[in-house]
């Protein structure tokens, strides 16, 4: 197929917005000036009207429409990226939360499949987010707490050779046993640390951030918070440079803790992830998450059992829009939050994450009202 161009439209470009031309060509991009002379017979989509910005990256997702990550398979992983890629997320990470051994295993494979295997529909899916085990039983959130472990860089080799590099990201508590003589394998492994899931107090959290950790799990959610005495972990993902994610669904985070965090943060270092498990796209009911039984109401996930709050129904095109509303700041600000940080966090930045010159053709277009009014992944046009 030749060249296919996208016209009139306004396109992302250096956190502005800016006429241009895009030419797609195998799945890559190329930028061309607005009035770029197209051949006669050119295949062209005109975006009068719309804003033209990168597809949306979703590091931190336990599943939706009925599928649940921890018991996926493959052809599970397709319909999880199916419905992402309708809703403007065009490269995700599935999220597997504390299991046994044999069973984290079993989604390394079904991962290991889906990559394998054939070529897949809908957003990409970029690798794997270990969600544990090595985490805090005092905020263990939806973690099942006799699963939990002490820190244990072989556990951690075994499973990145099974996923053969495919695991991206962990979160991991830092006051657990073990876990900060983890760092260098984790970095030698090429996975990515968040630190989540704990009580640490201000100056171990420190320590671990000055060992390597690049982010903050779900900031403000299943975390010791900050006291004037006692920074805390929250303090301290604040205080570093380190990205800290957020849930921008209204429960999670009031919308003035979100101001806050973006406030102090920068838009350079908040990555608006989903959480969202099995339930999202679906209505109100009874789910799971992993082992854990959810109770859904009012699209509000929490453990049935106990009534903690177990991740979201949240999509990254609603997550957009709060954080438009909650922030009261303009789109190319909002934009990075949700395509350019987790792209770098995560180590793809050279092709997701932005429009440029040899990325990824993958691409969102909002209307006036940032509704999606188009997705492209890879460069072809998303259709159900």
Request: hydrophobic share 40%; net charge negative; with cysteine.
């Amino acid at each position: 197929m030749g060249e296919r161009y996208i016209v009139h439209g306004e396109v992302y470009l250096d956190r502005a917005f800016q006429k241009a031309t895009v030419g797609v060509r195998d799945g890559k991009l190329t930028l061309y000036p607005a009035d770029y002379p197209l051949p006669a017979d050119a295949d062209v989509t005109d975006a009068t009207g719309k804003k033209i910005v990168p597809g949306f990256l979703d590091i931190h997702t336990h599943g939706a429409v009925g599928v649940d990550v921890n018991g996926a398979t493959a052809d599970d992983l397709e319909k999880i990226g199916s419905f992402f890629a309708g809703n403007g997320t065009t490269s995700f990470l599935m999220s597997v939360l504390t299991d046994t051994e044999e069973q984290t295993e079993w989604c390394i494979g079904e991962y290991r499949s889906y990559v394998e295997g054939r070529k897949r529909r809908g957003a990409n899916l970029l690798g794997i987010h270990l969600e544990g085990p090595f985490l805090a039983s005092e905020y263990k959130g939806a973690m099942p707490e006799y699963l939990l472990k002490k820190g244990d860089a072989e556990l951690v080799k075994k499973y990145q050779a099974l996923a053969k590099g495919g695991i991206r990201y962990i979160t991991l508590s830092p006051e657990v046993e073990g876990v900060a003589e983890m760092m260098d394998a984790l970095k030698e492994a090429g996975i990515v640390a968040a630190m989540g899931h704990s009580g640490a107090d201000y100056a171990t959290s420190m320590k671990m951030v000055d060992a390597g950790v690049q982010a903050a799990t779900h900031l403000g959610n299943a975390m010791r918070l900050l006291h004037q005495h006692e920074p805390a972990i929250f303090g301290a993902a604040l205080e570093s440079d380190i990205y800290c994610e957020t849930i921008c669904d209204g429960r999670h985070l009031h919308p003035g803790t979100v101001r806050l965090i973006v406030k102090t943060k920068g838009v350079d270092r908040v990555v608006a992830i989903t959480d969202s498990i099995m339930a999202a796209g679906l209505p109100d009911g009874h789910y799971h998450l992993g082992v854990n039984e959810v109770t859904v109401e009012d699209g509000d996930a929490k453990l049935t059992e106990t009534g903690v709050r177990a991740g979201s129904t949240l999509t990254q095109n609603v997550a957009l829009k709060n954080l438009l509303r909650f922030t009261g700041l303009p789109l190319q600000e909002v934009l990075p939050m949700l395509s350019e940080n987790p792209a770098k966090l995560i180590g793809v930045f050279d092709r997701k994450g932005s429009i440029a010159d040899g990325k990824d053709a993958d691409l969102v277009l909002l209307d006036e009202a940032n509704e999606i009014a188009g997705v492209m992944i890879g460069g072809d046009w998303w259709k159900n």
